[in-house]
């Protein structure tokens, strides 16, 4: 079974531009949840989305904002990039809603780095 | 707010070493405690921990959730070079609806280095 793949791998933008980040889950999964994750503050919670809805989200500002497909496919959007914007952004899929069942714990992918200059 | 806290931050042993890796917890509405082990890229699922006192082991690897201290420790025996990672715990939480969310609260992580 393929894991969860993200695409691109890496990306260089400069700031104020905006970019796309694409995730797609573990075959079956339908809950997809994103984080950010730098040296200084290391794993973050960005969104959750199940069932096309974005169903929690976390402390960021309203420039990152993210959609579900009905294929559970996800993809995260920033606006108007910024130089603290560069991080490895990491997207997780699971099972269900959540990670909290026992047997559907959160299986992240590779991630995109990005990098803004 | 949730947090969690893992020490030491960072270890450096050598091959044969066992290693044990803490982690507490102020979770509101705790759930679970997973562990994950991060070399290159993806963080890779070890454990997840939701009953107090029950142990989970994994080869050389076991871990062990105190709910009344709250607080988790992983073990590595006979630790091996390729056992070189960042460890990371983190909480899962309900919300007060009693709503489950699939946000995890992530500690800074443990830095293990193995020395052949």
């Known amino acids: 079974k393929a894991g969860v793949t993200q695409t691109p791998r890496y990306l260089i933008k400069t700031r104020g531009q905006q970019v796309t980040l694409s995730c797609s889950p573990i075959s079956g999964h339908r809950s997809v949840s994103w984080y950010q994750q730098t040296p200084g503050q290391g794993l973050q919670f960005l969104f959750e989305y199940f069932s096309e809805t974005q169903r929690n989200k976390g402390n960021f500002p309203g420039r990152f904002s993210g959609r579900q497909f009905s294929n559970s496919r996800s993809e995260m959007n920033v606006s108007t990039l910024e130089l603290g914007d560069s991080a490895l952004y990491l997207c997780a899929s699971s099972l269900e809603l959540g990670s909290l069942n026992y047997n559907s714990p959160l299986h992240f992918g590779n991630g995109t780095r990005l990098t803004v200059t | 707010e949730d947090k969690v806290v893992q020490s030491p931050l960072s270890l450096v042993v050598h091959e044969g070493d066992t290693v044990t890796l803490n982690c507490s917890y102020e979770v509101t509405n705790f759930r679970s405690l997973l562990w994950y082990k991060q070399e290159k890229k993806a963080p890779t699922f070890l454990f997840m921990l939701?009953?107090?006192?029950i142990e989970k082991k994994s080869g050389r690897l076991s871990s062990i959730l105190d709910k009344k201290e709250l607080s988790s420790i992983l073990n590595i025996t006979a630790t091996q070079t390729g056992d070189s990672a960042i460890y990371l715990c983190?909480?899962?939480?309900?919300?007060?609806?009693?709503?489950?969310?699939?946000?995890?609260?992530f500690g800074q992580g443990t830095i293990l280095t193995v020395h052949p």
């Open positions: 939701t009953s107090s006192g």
């Open positions: 983190a909480g899962a939480f309900t919300n007060a609806g009693g709503t489950s969310y699939g946000k995890l609260t």
